[in-house]
């Protein structure tokens, strides 16, 4: 059967041969027992449903064993026997262009070199779902091969609910992830109702088929390292960066530091993620003595050496031999997986990775008091590193968050001293260290407009993507001569990334580049590529964004965590940003409870867009990518943040159009006497 047959097939009417996991690859860790027997009888009846009644005595026993086995009904029979990966937009079968190039953008996400667990259909941070089984794939892309551009495909959780009658001018494909009911969204409930297949935990790029792979974070590392080097005011050469994760994205963390200049250590204590990211060249060495750890820092600090290392080991570990050798860290962070502490996210030291997977799957609650005691231990020794000159900050993953709740001194009394939540007298205080978001993105980017905008070359060809590299550069370049300062340095740090993404080969997957740009640099760069498109310079183009943005994400410890007015715990923004992009021309939409930071803390939505080179595709993107952006500026300037009044009073002076309610400041001491 032909990979175009396959695709058309969806789900087979004859069952395929049961298959065997490929212990060469990474698999998601057993889940944790939640259902009571009736909803184990449950989630197989809703499992079955996809499925004629002729193959229910087969596939209850097998779904059966899945449940009990991994904790989740994956329907590991009905993976593909095609290798999934992005191809050219030509080599998929439809009726749409735009069907095709979500088509495209799915199976990017599942490709094994993309995706963290590709057999459980998860792409990254432990549990971010494109589908929540096999069955669900088949059918999306079924329908998507069979679509026109008068219908649209309603994605909720992973379920393709079907194709509904549209117009050219809506979406293709409207996805919902997670949006359960307020009062149903703690982490637990995440666990039943994914394990009941009603619900899955899309992330953010993950489950809307907008993941470019590890290149997407590393920019973001990039600028936040650099933008935190300028912070402390300190060059990033012979500079140390300490952080821990190189499972999912994280593999970014010490490419970043490469590109950025500095030294980095890295903590991972899975070896097959840190052996596959040692091959990938996204890290230059591995260690796994602390002792010699410790030597090859000094040894590297004394030659400004720019090199990244890969500790086997335990994070903490880490800080506490540093702060024994007097090691001195000039940036120091974490990006393990906080979101998901329970389940896989984090793993304590004191424990093998073994034994914490044993537990995690088996005793539960055991795990959960070695992961809060961790937490404890791990923050007396950043607290001891801060004290010394470190600068600590959260990288959006709820480090702070969840060493708060696990009692951790994360925050300051009156005093200065490290104290605990139940030790502090307002209920209100900020931890003692800042999210990055809050004290670098926030106020030097998301405030000026300036976020991750990305493209993928639909042809799949390096040379269409070299090609847009040098229109972005052009573009750049002239957008940097008409700059006021307070964004200028934006514009070379984004011409200095392309020319260090080429050298470093950050393409993994499709041709895709990443960079920040605000609402000028999108829509001219979009333009650019539009009318390179219709002159037959280079095929068609996908124009995206990662949810951390200035408009798509609300979420009080990360992207909002540096608006001030109390509305940080709204979701007006997220809401109103997809909505908004729906009717103005978006190929797809996705709205997202969870991200980075955990289920229930965080709405995001996210968006995608083909650019065919035509009059229509210069329409939508004007007008989508000016209101994708702008909305964000909105809110962050009637949250009276300065960088964002001034940038939305040029964009009302620019666009006639725009008419935007400002804030009157008030004058502090009338409030204060």
């Known amino acids: 059967m032909t990979f175009k047959e396959e695709i058309l097939e969806g789900i087979p009417n004859k069952l395929p041969q049961p298959t065997t996991l490929d212990e060469t690859i990474n698999h998601a860790p057993k889940r944790k027992k939640i259902l009571s027997p009736e909803e184990e009888q449950l989630a197989l009846r809703n499992a079955l449903r996809y499925f004629e009644p002729q193959h229910h005595a087969e596939l209850a026993k097998e779904f059966k064993n899945e449940l009990k086995t991994y904790g989740r009904i994956y329907m590991y029979r009905f993976k593909p026997v095609h290798k999934i990966y992005a191809r050219p937009i030509d080599d998929y079968p439809g009726k749409s262009i735009q069907a095709k190039a979500i088509m495209l953008m799915i199976q990017n996400n599942l490709d094994h070199a993309v995706a963290q667990h590709p057999d459980e259909l998860i792409t990254y941070g432990g549990n971010g779902g494109v589908f929540q089984n096999w069955a669900q794939y088949r059918l999306t892309m079924k329908y998507l091969a069979e679509m026109t551009d008068e219908q649209t495909l309603a994605m909720y959780s992973g379920h393709p609910m079907g194709l509904f009658p549209s117009s050219e001018q809506a979406p293709r494909v409207v996805v919902t992830n997670g949006m359960v009911i307020p009062n149903y969204s ?210 959006g993953n709820a480090f702070l968050l969840e060493a708060s709740r696990a009692g951790a001194k994360i925050y300051r009394n009156d005093k200065g001293e490290f104290v605990t939540k139940s030790e502090i007298k307002n209920p209100n205080s900020a931890f003692a260290y800042p999210s990055y978001v809050q004290d670098i993105m926030g106020p030097m980017c998301f405030d000026y407009g300036f976020g991750p905008f990305r493209w993928v070359c639909a042809s799949g060809k390096p040379e269409d993507l070299a090609k847009t590299d040098q229109i972005a550069t052009e573009v750049l370049k002239q957008l940097k001569e008409e700059a006021t300062p307070d964004i200028e340095q934006q514009m070379q740090d984004n011409i200095t990334w392309i020319k260090g993404a080429q050298e470093n080969k950050l393409v993994v997957g499709s041709q895709a580049r990443i ?130 009044i001034d940038t939305i009073k040029r964009a009302m002076k620019s666009e006639p159009r725009l008419k935007v309610t400002l804030p009157n400041l008030v004058d502090d001491n009338l409030i204060n006497s």
């Open 186 to 395: 703690k982490p637990d409930d995440w666990e039943k109702f994914n394990a009941l297949g009603v619900s899955q935990y899309g992330q953010m790029t993950a489950g809307s088929y907008m993941y470019i792979g590890p290149q997407g974070i590393v920019h973001g590392t990039t600028i936040t390292v650099l933008n935190a080097f300028r912070k402390i005011k300190k060059s990033p050469k012979g500079g140390l960066f300490v952080t821990a994760g190189l499972g999912g994205m994280s593999g970014a963390q010490p490419k970043a530091g490469n590109i950025a200049g500095c030294i980095t250590v890295c903590a991972e204590v899975n070896p097959k993620a840190t052996k596959v990211r040692h091959e990938q060249a996204w890290v230059d060495e591995v260690i796994s003595d602390i002792n010699q750890l410790v030597e090859r820092v000094k040894k590297a600090k004394e030659q400004k050496e720019v090199v990244s290392i890969a500790y086997d080991g335990n994070i903490v570990e880490v800080w506490e031999a540093f702060d024994e050798a007097n090691l001195h860290i000039d940036l120091g962070s974490d990006q393990t997986s906080l979101h998901n502490p329970w389940a896989g996210g984090y793993y304590p030291v004191g424990l093998t990775y073994e034994e914490a997977n044993e537990l995690m799957a088996n005793k539960p609650e055991k795990f959960k008091s070695y992961v809060r005691k961790s937490l404890i231990r791990q923050t007396k020794a950043i607290n001891k590193h801060t004290e010394k000159g470190t600068y600590f900050f959260d990288y």
């Open 515 to 644: 960079l920040y740009a605000d609402t000028q640099g999108r829509m001219k760069i979009a333009e650019a590529f539009n009318e390179a498109i219709a002159n037959g310079e280079i095929g068609p183009v996908i124009l995206g964004r990662d949810h951390h943005d200035v408009s798509g994400t609300d979420s009080p410890y990360r992207e909002t965590s540096n608006i001030y007015d109390g509305s940080q715990f709204t979701a007006d923004m997220a809401i109103q940003n997809v909505i908004g992009d729906s009717f103005r021309g978006a190929t797809w939409v996705s709205i997202h409870n969870g991200g980075g930071v955990g289920w229930g803390e965080v709405i995001n939505g996210g968006f995608g867009m083909i650019l065919e080179g035509n009059e229509s595709s210069r329409h939508k993107l004007k007008s989508m990518l000016h209101w994708d952006v702008t909305n964000g500026i909105s809110r962050r300037s009637w949250a009276r943040n300065k960088g964002a």
